[in-house]
């Protein structure tokens, strides 16, 4: 890759690193950071979706 390219890549990634780092603070700024918390303590974890694992068992099942 030239030059050029290589300096204009790592320019956009930057500026991408940048926009991410400040749609976190104001989504957390928003949500006062509840969600993001919750999200990282593990509340969510325990939650399963029951409708997916019933479908897993029935074509399980089917396949026997």
Do not use: C, N, Y
Request: no cysteine; proline share 2%; aromatic share 4%.
């Amino acid at each position: 890759m030239a030059e050029p390219a290589k300096k204009m890549a790592q320019q956009t990634e930057d500026r991408l690193e940048d926009l991410a780092d400040t749609v976190r603070e104001k989504f957390d700024k928003v949500t006062k950071g509840s969600f993001r918390d919750r999200i990282v303590e593990g509340r969510f974890a325990d939650q399963v979706d029951h409708g997916v694992d019933q479908a897993r068992a029935e074509t399980q099942r089917k396949q026997d």
